[in-house]
């Protein structure tokens, strides 16, 4: 399967809604047609208290919020933002992952380039961090709730991830 994206439509990880949590999103074609400003649950279960959060953050986005680029880190690290300017949730694109495509701070490459992180892939973030919330039964490890999102905001108006952009033929597969 090879990753695509038309305008700003994007896949994203969305986690709790506290500084201290991440949002990631893997750009992907999606049949669901969104208006201009939209963030949706895409793929996976979705906790109550996200619910809320992502009803807050499409609300802030109608009224003209942006996400707004963090000026810490390796990767493209975002604030979320309500019509209140409180901020609901830290996100990291997929795409924005250090060694990836759309790296914002230098760190480019293709999608499943080695990474500062031993063993840990371009793109692969997203997942594990996916994943380690849905292992964390009864928040023992307290891993921020988690869950995917599909995110439309003319912030994320970018070119195709095309065949160029990876690393190996299989990596999506």
């Not at 604030?79 to 495509?101: G, V, Y």
């Amino acid at each position: 399967m090879q990753p695509s994206t038309t305008n700003n439509k994007t896949i994203c990880k969305l986690a709790a809604a506290e500084l201290t949590s991440e949002l990631s999103y893997m750009q992907s074609t999606c049949s669901t047609q969104f208006n201009e400003h939209s963030i949706e649950t895409f793929g996976s279960t979705c906790p109550l208290d996200l619910k809320a959060a992502l009803k807050q953050i499409r609300s802030g986005f109608e009224s003209g919020s942006e996400p707004k680029l963090t000026d810490e880190g390796t990767s493209g690290t975002y604030e979320l933002r309500s019509t209140s300017n409180e901020k609901l949730a830290i996100f990291k694109p997929i795409d924005e992952e250090p060694n990836a495509p759309n790296n914002p701070r230098g760190y480019q490459a293709c999608f499943g380039s080695q990474t500062c992180r031993a063993g840990v892939l371009s793109g692969e973030s997203t997942i594990r961090e996916v994943a380690a919330y849905m292992l964390d039964h009864d928040n023992f490890s307290g891993v921020p709730q988690t869950t995917m999102v599909e995110v439309n905001h003319p912030y994320f108006d970018r070119s195709a991830i095309n065949e160029d952009d990876l690393a190996a033929e299989d990596y999506f597969d």
